[in-house]
């Protein structure tokens, strides 16, 4: 069962899939950008696979890697028991895919979430809007770049000067750096 | 006679200010123990805030009976977890809604400090936008911490002067943060 879902995509879509691997029982299926919407109808519409309840969509910010940004797609059967996990590159300069509301309606809900918090856009969709925080906010808080404590209140405060609190690197710190742990997607590639 | 007519105009001011004295006291005595709360629950705390409220810890012992949820029936604020900057404007809008005289409790870490949501969301503090009268702690509190807070208010009113009539206090120096660096956090 594990690479069930890899294989019949893989299959199915020769040219979409980059990679796939399976790992603890989960599989993930990494593809190209431009792919992703008929990959996800496929997933949802094919009798086999039977992914009809979109879990979430979230976002990693890669920030030191150059694709930057990677989205990842959470999907469950109810009817087979089975996940999989669909993850698409998308680069700093165009940080645009396509949307899969038209396929699963509650998505709308995880892509206003992603443009909030990491500026990712979404094409083939009304306007998004912002998710938690408000319109007048400039810049996207999850994004590695923003600065840790970079509060922009709308109405007058006290002026209380900010005193350093505990570790963390401090205002105007640059992005820490990272080793680079090997990942999941340097995995045996099944394609 | 210019004299006698001097002791007799200190006597009377001491009169007034007896009187001034007592009715402050009076009135301190009614409002301490007649404090009717707005419970301006945003986060955890108000799991806290509902077993102070509780048959258990009744906070109706201590004449602070009736949450009222409308801000012009309520003359103690209580502030009940985290505050973040998209509802500042709220909060200070239920303040300024309130008929004085008007108290306010900082319930909680959240609402004192920010607590340890020292991020890009979080108000640091209801202090930064409205007037605090008595700060709890605790993460949440302990409904006896609770009450020691509320016990505080009641001695501060009792210590307060209440006039019949009252004058509006001055308003606290707010800034306007427009030109705020936010990487440095400095004002420009
Ligand atoms: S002080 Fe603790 S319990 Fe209270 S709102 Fe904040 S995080 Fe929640």
Redesign the pocket.
């Known amino acids: 069962m594990s690479e069930f879902a890899l294989q019949r995509i893989a299959e199915r879509f020769p040219d979409a899939v980059v990679q796939g691997y399976s790992l603890h029982g989960d599989e993930t299926l990494v593809i190209e950008r431009a792919h992703l919407l008929e990959v996800a109808r496929f997933c949802k519409d094919d009798p086999e696979l039977d992914l009809k309840l979109p879990l979430s969509v979230t976002c990693v910010d890669f920030i030191d890697e150059k694709p930057r940004f990677e989205l990842v797609y959470t999907l469950y059967s109810i009817t087979k028991k089975h996940h999989l996990r669909l993850k698409v590159r998308v680069p700093e300069e165009d940080p645009v895919v396509a949307s899969v509301i038209s396929v699963w309606r509650g998505m709308d809900y995880w892509e206003r979430y992603c443009w909030d918090m990491y500026g990712v856009r979404f094409e083939g969709r009304g306007p998004v809007k912002r998710l938690w925080m408000y319109e007048e906010f400039e810049g996207h808080p999850l994004r590695k770049d923003y600065p840790l404590r970079g509060r922009q209140p709308l109405i007058p405060e006290a002026d209380v000067q900010d005193i350093y609190r505990g570790p963390g690197p401090g205002p105007g710190s640059p992005p820490a750096s990272r080793p680079n742990p090997p990942r999941p997607s340097q995995l045996p590639v099944i394609k | 006679m210019a004299e006698n007519f001097q002791a007799i105009t200190t006597r009377r001011e001491e009169a007034q200010g007896f009187i001034e004295r007592m009715v402050s006291r009076g009135l301190g005595w009614a409002r301490k123990y007649s404090l009717f709360q707005y419970p301006f629950v945003?986060?955890?705390?108000?799991?806290?805030y509902m077993s102070m409220a509780g048959a258990r810890y009744d906070i109706a012992r201590f004449g602070a009976e009736f949450p009222r949820f409308s801000p012009r029936q309520a003359d103690l604020l209580m502030v009940?977890?985290?505050v973040n900057l998209k509802q500042a404007p709220i909060l200070k809008r239920v303040y300024e809604q309130m008929a004085e005289p008007k108290w306010v409790i900082a319930?909680?870490?959240?609402?004192?400090s920010g607590?340890?949501?020292d991020n890009y969301a979080v108000l640091q503090g209801i202090d930064k936008i409205i007037p605090v009268d008595v700060y709890i702690p605790?993460?949440?509190?302990r409904p006896e911490q609770v009450l020691d807070g509320l016990i505080l208010l009641q001695e501060k009113i009792q210590a307060q002067s209440h006039k019949l009539i009252d004058r509006h206090p001055p308003e606290p120096e707010l800034v306007r943060p427009a030109g705020r660096d936010l990487v440095s956090g400095v004002n420009k």
Request: aromatic share 14%; hydrophobic share 30%; charged share 5%.
């Open positions: 945003t986060a955890c705390c108000g799991m806290e009940v977890g985290t319930f909680g870490v959240c609402a004192s607590g340890f949501y605790g993460c949440p509190p």
